[in-house]
């Protein structure tokens, strides 16, 4: 049943992918408070040394720590007290030898010590004597001038999306706003003839549109914004006219539905009247999103999606999920966990030479995890409302056994 | 070190969420489309059928099923062919036995039929007479009327964070608004002489806000909303001041710095002057994020952070987030992955009694997972930039050895 020449998704995407011009996407100056999970467009050096001087970690006293060395309490060292270091000030006086200075924690190191003892192992004599319990070595309970970031320090690199430790960072070298990548604009096209809006009172034979809210969703969580260009009628001119516009005002062209053939032809043909190299596949080894169409037309994706909500998730994560982070310019990415091993609770069946998709639930049973098929076919919006991810079932097996391992990546 | 009487994290945990008023979040109605990522406050229950009819799931033909029984290439069936299902629309005729009728993927199953057989199978004789090459059962290529939902059926639990498919069900049974909780407010109040915003220029002694910066995105990723107070002078009185207007405008109040043993207590003593409980702890085992101060006043929590950028990520992970989280009005969530398994790269130290919190990048070397432990101080930001995640050290163990299997909390 499933075409020998349909291309794997894999080799399909690649075929999109290798046909997108080069260049890297426009960008925009943002407050760095603005700037969470946006991708950052340039290196960001530090101009200054972070801490600006080096810094007490502990409430206690600034020493040299030679006048430590071998202090313990049964025999403590004695260090004359004189001065005090207070917060966010600079020291005008220096600790000489013999002596200590009292500091916070975050506080200055003042000039001559090189360590700083913690309170706990200190013992005041009188107001300008303290005993030493303990030894310290230079450097110790202090940060040093330059140890978190040194100035010239490349802090950040191109292509990464920004996480509240980085926009942490960011402040505190003093850099507030930040060039990041502009957000691709991906224009959705409804398409269907019985595809009604969700506010619209529902005639027998009409359903409504539940892809373009699906796919809003998908793509607002990965750093695009969609314009949905409404529900345009199963007729060539209209469509024509909404993809030509969508090509003018957008980076990425989604049209779904046109489930029917002739539908399915139609959009097929009007993607290759858009421009060269038209349509790439036009149809891929993959259940559910079979119907799948793919081509770059005046320099961009245009996406034919099957009108399935299931397969609507799928060719998301297959295909535009991957074209949206290079089209967002998102370079490597810290170490994200997408998917879990799991023990197939059940069997099932597949055929050979496709991939197969199952929508899975995953329930933790005795410290095990175990995968259980959610079964129904690829029109129903509560088998992925009901799922936790999906497993592949690849292209050369026939199915999977109840007991084996397989690996489920999460929505 | 380790004061033994100090709690651990969870303990720690326990008391402030003991003390916090029952009673659910505050709700609001928002547009579908606005709901992403928010959480319901109601239980969903579909007032229609979808679908509203029995759907085609393949272009083909409808038919008795019956008609088709024993048909196979080598003995095809015929039947007459008469009417075509038009996409949209209910059909006004009705299937008579030994006739089928076309009907596009999608379209409403005609009165008479209880299957579709795949335009694949079928071959035209005349303009009203096909060949029919394979059998089907009744209900076959068809969703059922109610199939995927079912008038009466609950879809959607309160409690639950909506994903891109959620509200794609949603729009599915015609439910275009939606009530969700409220995000909470969260009030960041940064004290310390040495703390100055990003945008000042530096004096010697002093250093930029990072915490307020970290901790805004942590909340905004976590459903709440942040309100800077700004940065307070070492001040009892306005401090204080700070405090008694967070506690009037938001949910919950956070208190960064602090970090002088006179500081702290001072923190801990305004929290204990605003009302009972006060204070219910002061001072976790953990490390890092041992100074934290946690305490219930006016019915909502007030939280004392320790100054360094680690510790408040630290702390943000086991403390504000599942307060948050049930601030926000959070129930069961799907099967999401926070940790992974992976190596430990090098050996790392720990003192017994109490929890530490080590930060770890990680990478995949021959299909292997390891840990590298992120050395520096816990003041240090650039510790947590480098990090993808965190492993645990429990209280009971001296370290962890090189080659150990160990669990990443991913950030």
Known sequence: MFDKNYLLPADALALIVNALPGGRPKTEKLPIEESYRRIIAVDVVS????????????????????????????????????????????????????FAAKIPTGGMLPPG????????????????????????????????????????????????????????ALAGIGVTSIEVFKKPVVSFISTGDEIVSPDSPLRPGQVRDINSFTLAGLAMNHGSIMIKKGIIRDNYEEIRKAIEESLQDSDMVLISGGT??????????????????????????????????????????????????????????????????????????????????????????????????????????????????????????????????IVIIPQSKLGLDAGEEVTVRLF
Do not use: W
């Open 47 to 98: 101009l200054e040394d972070l801490p600006g001087f080096s810094r007490s970690t502990v409430d206690g006293y600034a020493v040299h720590a030679e006048d430590t060395f071998g202090a313990k309490e049964t025999s403590p060292a004695y260090l004359g007290l004189k001065y005090e270091v207070l917060m966010g000030q600079a020291p005008d006086f220096e600790v000489a030898r013999g």
């Open 113 to 168: 010590s090189d360590a700083v003892i913690m309170l706990e192992h200190v013992q005041p004599v009188s107001e300008d004597l303290i005993e030493i319990l303990r030894a310290v070595a230079p450097g110790d309970n202090v940060i040093q001038l330059g140890e978190d970031i040194r100035k010239g320090e490349t802090v950040l690199t191109a292509g990464k999306s920004l996480r509240a430790q980085d926009i942490g």
């Open 260 to 389: 029917s053939a002739g539908l399915k032809d139609m959009t097929a043909a009007i993607i290759n009247d858009m421009g060269m190299p038209g349509v790439l596949f036009h149809g891929v080894s993959l259940k559910p999103g079979k119907p799948m169409i793919g081509g770059v037309a005046q320099g961009k994706p245009v996406l034919g999606l099957p009108g399935h909500p299931a397969a609507t998730v799928v060719c998301f994560d297959l295909f535009i999920k991957p074209i949206l982070n290079r089209l967002r310019g998102l370079g490597r990415q810290p170490y994200i966990i997408r998917s879990v091993k799991a023990t197939m609770a059940k069997n099932i069946a597949s055929a050979a030479g496709r991939e197969d998709h199952i929508r899975v639930s995953v329930e933790e049973k005795e410290g095990k995890l175990l995968a259980f098929p959610v079964l129904g076919k690829s029109g129903l919006i509560t088998t992925l409302v009901k799922a936790d991810g």
